[in-house]
């Protein structure tokens, strides 16, 4: 329940070095039938900034070493600043199946676009602020247009984005402060 008030409040709140700040989704301009969900986090992880960013970006790496469990990752083409990958996973026991685009913007900035799917128009703008040598500050925005259902049920979507994003920046942290990601690299 706590999860639920914390996630409905108009205040930032904090969980395990964790920053998240939910912003309502209510319409932009007058009549407007459709806004924006969006949710923001932060989180601090204790490598380069550059090696946080590359194993962001890296989904066959990802898929190979199973560093979000419960998510399969099959990527159909990537190069050096763009991948496209497909993400399945089980959510109440239903599958949902996302097509996504992933583009490198610059070495601090990257987003991630569900293309199509059970959560197309979702999109996840990164940024890998340098926190000295050896640690980086993670900012992650997820938008998600709220239409129709998604619309009404809006704080729901605020609270599912918030758990799967806080859960997700946690495995990736635990992953890259391993050395696993690193040791893949220099082989």
């Known amino acids: 329940m706590a999860e639920l008030a ?8 904090t969980r395990k070095g964790v920053q998240v700040q939910v912003l309502s989704a209510g ?6 039938n459709m806004s924006d969900i969006v949710v923001k986090i ?3 992880i204790r490598r380069p900034s550059a090696e946080v960013a590359a194993q962001f970006a890296d989904f066959n790496y990802h898929s190979k070493n199973n560093v979000h469990p419960g998510i399969k ?3 159909h083409e990537t190069d050096k600043n ?16 996302d097509e996504v685009v992933n583009t490198i913007q610059s070495e601090s900035k990257m987003r991630t676009q569900v293309i199509s799917g059970s959560n197309k128009d979702l999109s996840i703008d990164f940024t890998f602020e340098p926190q000295g040598p050896q640690s980086t500050k993670v900012n992650a925005i997820f938008t998600m247009k709220a ?3 998604k619309r009404l049920l809006a704080p729901l979507f605020k609270i599912a984005i918030k758990k799967t994003a806080l859960k997700a920046l946690d495995e990736d942290r635990k992953d890259l402060e391993s050395g696993r990601y690193a040791k893949s690299i220099a082989q």
């Open 27 to 32: 319409p932009t301009k007058k009549g407007e």
């Open 82 to 97: 763009k991948s496209r990958f497909r993400q399945e996973v089980v959510l109440v026991g239903m599958k949902q199946v």
């Open 42 to 44: 932060d989180g601090i």
């Open 6 to 13: 914390d996630a409905l409040g108009s205040g930032p709140s």
């Open 147 to 149: 239409k129709g259902i």
């Open 73 to 75: 990752f099959t990527v």
